[in-house]
């Protein structure tokens, strides 16, 4: 019960950081007031936000979940899996910590839309909106992409009920856009102060997370890699 509770916990702030992080966030709110100016009822803002979320949510979850039940069910890379995961695991969460505290660092092309297409689908209404979210959930920024396959493909791999996690990590991923999305809503004008914070916060808590999966690490390859060999 201990293990399915850390590996939910795990996976859930895995989303909520990929959310905060600069890449992502500053796609969420640019998305998010896009949608805004776009469509001028509230309850459509609303409603086209929700469907922008649920589109990023659902990407991630069906993403992770393809890639997981690939990997599991091929008998080669299950057993491979099996028996190597462990030792794997270790330089995976220490790369991955690297990248979290900025000493790795790695330009990746990310998928873009045209101005045009965004226009089109953010006037498209709730259905172009939940598509528009989908699309750039696929825009995978160097931080994003480290959290999601080097952290969270390796943590459900490990875990015998880890199908579960990519949801749970999309639904983590939703959990800062969604207070956003309310806040546009509501017309609260004080939101970029609190982003600009939220942005600071970030930057603490991914030093943080980097320095335990690089400690995390350094356990993994001294049990299962160095030990093994003395």
């Known amino acids: ?58 990407t991630y979850a069906i993403l992770g979940t393809i890639i997981i039940a690939s990997l599991v069910s091929v008998p080669v890379a299950a057993n491979f899996l099996q028996k190597y995961m462990n030792k794997a695991l270790g330089p995976i969460l220490i790369i991955v910590g690297l990248f979290l505290l900025d000493i790795i660092r790695l330009n990746i092309a990310s998928f873009s839309l045209s101005h045009q297409k965004q226009n089109a689908l953010a006037e498209s209404g709730v259905k172009g909106a939940f598509l528009l979210g989908a699309l750039f959930a696929l825009s995978f ?70 320095i335990i999966f690089i400690l995390v690490g350094l356990y993994f390859t001294w049990h299962y890699i160095i030990t093994v060999r003395i």
Not at 2 to 20: D, H
Not at 180 to 191: C, E
């Open 1 to 58: 019960m201990v293990e399915i509770a850390i590996a939910c916990l795990s996976a859930l702030w895995l989303g909520i950081l990929t959310s905060i992080s600069p890449c992502p966030l500053a796609t969420n709110i640019a998305a998010v007031s896009f949608l805004s100016k776009k469509i001028n009822h509230p309850q459509l803002v609303f409603w086209s936000s929700t469907a922008y979320i649920l589109g990023r949510m659902l």
């Open 141 to 210: 920024c160097p931080i994003a992409a480290a959290l999601f396959f080097g952290s969270l493909i390796p943590l459900a791999l490990k875990s015998n009920f880890g199908i579960v996690l990519p949801l749970i990590y999309g639904i983590g991923t939703g959990i800062p856009v969604v207070i956003f999305a309310v806040g546009v809503t509501l017309g609260i004008q004080s939101l970029s102060h609190w982003f600009h914070k939220l942005a600071k916060f970030e930057l603490y808590t991914r030093k943080i997370t980097g």
